[in-house]
Nanobody
Framework: QVQPVESGGGLVQPGGSLRLSCAAP????????MGWYRQAPGKQRELVAA???????YYENSVKGRFTISRDNAKSTVYLQMSSLEPEDTAAYYC???????????????WGQGTQVTVSP
């Protein structure tokens, strides 16, 4: 199964910004909501934002007002603009096609390598 390819991570100071990109397989991108997930050391992977094919968005509470998810359907690419970054945002970030059912999100594709975001003075 073709994996997504994430990019754009890096080291940034608190309060800074980064823009992540994810090139997703066309076969899944055009059919599913796309989610951005993150996994910090010692913690479970969690969804932070999602966007449907039509552009309906969802944000986890801790990133509302700071992160913006968008997608370019022609390029099969999903973006995550992150602003006002905090040390707690430090994690590896991944994208994946996702579904929402019975009150929870579920990733349904293969995981890529992710892109590391480190927020530190």
């Amino acid at each position: 199964q073709v994996q997504p390819v994430e990019s754009g991570g890096g080291l940034v100071q608190p309060g800074g910004s980064l823009r992540l990109s994810c090139a997703a397989p066309v076969s899944t991108f055009s059919r599913y909501t796309m989610g951005w997930y993150r996994q910090a050391p010692g913690k479970q992977r969690e969804l932070v934002a999602a966007i449907s094919f039509s552009g309906i968005t969802y944000y986890e509470n801790s990133v509302k007002g700071r992160f913006t998810i968008s997608r370019d359907n022609a390029k099969s690419t999903v973006y995550l603009q992150m602003s006002s970054l905090e040390p707690e945002d430090t994690a590896a970030y991944y994208c994946n096609p996702s579904t929402y059912n019975s009150g929870s999100w579920k990733s349904i594709g293969s995981w890529g390598q992710g892109t590391q975001v480190t927020v530190s003075p």
